[in-house]
């Protein structure tokens, strides 16, 4: 059965969503995802080049889509698969810029919030501010799965950016000096919408880059080695699939 959604931004065949997905911003990292991790997965989704596929990991169905770059885009494709093809939870598996020194290239970052200079969140016209905040119970697995597979996840807060290169780089300085641990484009998007939608979302990250140390991994690197995100992620939605 084929099932599109209003923008047509979605176009479903020969699959079903699985009611977990996880969001890297890249398309071809889900690709990536599907033939590595899940097993005998399906492409459901090709509109726009955003892959999407179905699988399943350890007898339980997950699928893996691409969220493309900025809030705007997670907003809308995670808007859609939440309330035109009853997902219920998000899981973001992407990049980030090391701010802290708790955070080194490589590592495993568990969003527990997000601060951020998006004006996305204004649409929701709630007195004061909403403030973007993962779902605790995805959080909490997410943590138990770095533990099961002994991997040093840091828990904290990101700052998600609209702009990839800022034309005031001394706000990084600020940005560490008050708590996070990276930056990145996409989670308080995330948060807002599965908030909105009275959903479930969750964000795991790999540093990429440090913004202090200069270090940085290849395009290659990001797309393709961040291993022990995608593990932690994983175990995370299978938890999470009831």
């Known amino acids: 059965m084929t099932k599109s959604s209003i923008s047509a931004s979605i176009s479903v065949t020969d699959a079903e969503i699985a009611k ?5 911003g890249d398309p071809l990292r889900a690709k990536h995802v599907a033939e590595h991790y899940l097993e005998n997965p399906v492409c459901f989704n090709t ?15 997950i699928s893996v889509m691409g969220s493309g770059m900025g809030i705007p885009s997670m907003g809308l494709y995670a808007t859609e698969l ?18 802290s020194d708790q955070v080194k290239l490589r590592d495993v970052v568990v969003a527990m919030a997000a601060s951020t200079n998006s004006n ?4 929701y016209n709630m007195p004061g501010y909403l403030a973007p905040a993962a779902s605790y119970d995805m959080l909490a697995h997410s ?15 990101v700052y998600t950016s609209d702009h990839f290169y ?26 807002w919408t599965a908030v909105g939608c009275h959903k479930k979302a969750l964000s795991i990250l790999t540093i ?7 270090e940085a991994l290849s395009a290659e690197d990001r797309q393709e080695s961040f291993h022990e995100m995608m593990e932690v992620a994983l175990e995370a939605a299978w938890q999470s699939v009831e």
């Open 166 to 191: 800022y034309p005031r780089p001394e706000i990084n300085q600020q940005l560490r000096d008050l708590g996070h641990l990276a930056v990145e484009m996409e989670t308080a998007g995330l948060y």
């Open 208 to 214: 990429s880059d440090h913004l202090f140390t200069g």
């Open 120 to 123: 996305y969140g204004a649409a």
């Open 143 to 157: 943590v138990e799965a770095a533990k099961k597979l002994n991997v040093n996840a840091v828990v904290g807060t």
């Open 82 to 99: 939440y309330t035109q093809f009853d997902v219920d939870a998000i899981i973001r598996i992407g990049s980030a810029g090391g701010l």
């Open 20 to 24: 977990v997905v996880l969001m890297p």
């Open 47 to 61: 509109v726009r080049n955003m892959l999407g596929y179905t699988g399943t990991y350890r007898g339980k169905k």
